[in-house]
């Protein structure tokens, strides 16, 4: 792609260096009478850009998403597209007819625009360059027509994106590793000592049995939300949408939780009119998204807390909370609860067989619903999370 888009960009530059070697000879020659050589070159790269290169070679150029950055032979910018300016910072005009040393001040960029046109050969890096915080891939290429050397043409792909992508994806993996080795281990752990005799440890056997029966439970849910949050990521199987009542899917959500809220004394209050209240949604996809909203509801409400769910509609919008106060979530980690595998409270998700990941499902699910999620909270006082679809 980036070789393609230098061909395409040099072809301009010969172009354009030819016409712009004609007007030059002829303001140099008049100008070095004047005796500033130096000057003169300098005006001379700038006023050829608004003289050579003008109409369709600057229009294409300054179109590209890719940066552009064109150098006579003796180093001077001549051209610099508009996403090179953007992506650097640089205020348009400030770039031609400067050093490309004078604009970078990147010696790894500089180097390669230094040895490509010395050693007139092609060089390509990815690089972060200095004067953003932005990762390049970059290519330069001499410029040539004919036997003479004109100078030498860069091109600047923006790769900053694609790099976090990267990132995530190595983050993801080395997540995913460790929250499949900690009930590993555990379970492993064990067995090995049941085999070692534990296993006529009357008393003790069926405890640890117990531990590994959950280990491996906790271990399938965790198996089981990845799948569910790759397939509602990749947005491949259609949303099968039908007009379904939030009521009984609450109450059927909520008669599943009735032993663990009982068993919690927890008080429960469902503030949804008794009359259908319709929403559009895949209901298996959405029920599962309401459905571990409620789960940490309960899971984070100690003994003797509350949980209120409702139901309200506010013009076109339909808006669905779950509400509890429990322990609440602390400022600084609002905004990353929705992230996969961000815990704010590590030891109580563990403990209560968290995966990690509920909050970044239900986030996905709402959103190819076309909804959004917002929460609320005040740490030791409670949390509310609202689903607010369109
Ligand atoms: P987990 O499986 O750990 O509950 P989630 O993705 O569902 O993972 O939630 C992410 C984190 O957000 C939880 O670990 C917990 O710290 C916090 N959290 C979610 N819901 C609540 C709530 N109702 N009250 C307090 N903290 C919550």
Redesign the pocket.
């Known amino acids: 792609m980036l070789s393609i888009i230098l061909v395409a960009a040099a072809g301009f530059a010969a172009g354009f260096f030819a016409a712009y070697r004609f007007y030059y000879r002829r303001r140099v020659e008049h100008i070095a009478s004047s005796g500033s050589r130096e000057m003169a070159a300098r005006n001379e790269a700038k006023d050829q850009l608004a003289q050579a290169a003008s109409g369709r070679t600057l229009a294409t150029l300054g179109s590209m998403a890719e940066g552009v950055l064109i150098v006579d032979a003796q180093g001077r910018a001549v051209l610099a597209n508009n996403a090179l300016l953007d992506a650097l910072g640089l205020k348009k005009g400030a770039v031609e007819g400067a050093y490309f040393w004078e604009i970078f001040r990147d010696s790894e960029v500089n180097e390669m625009l230094e040895n490509c046109l010395k050693h007139r050969r092609v060089a390509k890096k990815e690089h972060s360059v200095l004067l953003s915080d932005k990762t390049f891939e970059i290519q330069v290429s001499p410029i040539a027509s004919g036997s003479d050397f004109l100078g030498a043409v860069g091109v600047f792909h923006d790769v900053t994106r694609l790099k976090e992508l990267e990132r995530a994806r190595t983050e993801f993996v080395a997540n995913v590793s460790h929250e499949l080795k900690t009930p590993l281990t555990s379970i492993l752990g064990y067995v090995e000592t049941l085999k070692e005799g534990a296993v006529e440890d009357v008393e003790n056997r069926m405890k640890f049995l117990d531990t590994v029966e959950e280990h491996a439970k906790n271990l399938s849910a965790l198996v089981e939300d990845l799948l569910l949050l790759s397939s509602v990521e990749s947005g491949k199987s259609a949303l099968r949408l039908r007009e379904v009542d939030f009521g009984s899917m609450a109450d059927r959500v909520l008669k599943a939780y009735a032993p663990k809220i009982r068993e919690k004394k927890i008080t429960l209050s469902r503030e949804i009119s008794p009359e259908p209240f319709v929403i559009r949604v895949d209901e298996a996809l959405f029920e599962r998204a309401f459905s571990?909203?409620v789960?940490?509801?309960v899971?984070?409400?100690p003994p003797g807390g509350a949980i209120t769910v409702t139901a309200a509609r506010s013009g076109a919008e339909s808006r669905l909370t779950?509400a509890?106060t429990?322990?609440?979530?602390a400022d600084h980690?609002l905004p990353r609860?929705?992230e996969?595998?961000?815990?704010?409270?590590?030891s109580?998700?563990?403990e209560?067989?968290?995966?990690?990941?509920?909050?970044?499902?239900?986030k996905h699910i709402v959103e190819r619903h076309g909804g959004r999620i917002e929460v609320e909270?005040v740490p030791q006082k409670?949390?509310k999370?609202s689903v607010v679809l369109a």
């Open positions: 571990n909203l789960d940490n509801a899971k984070y409400t779950v509890d429990g322990i609440g979530i980690d609860i929705f996969r595998f961000y815990r704010a409270d590590k109580r998700s563990r209560s067989g968290g995966t990690g990941i509920g909050l970044s499902i239900v909270s409670g949390a999370f």
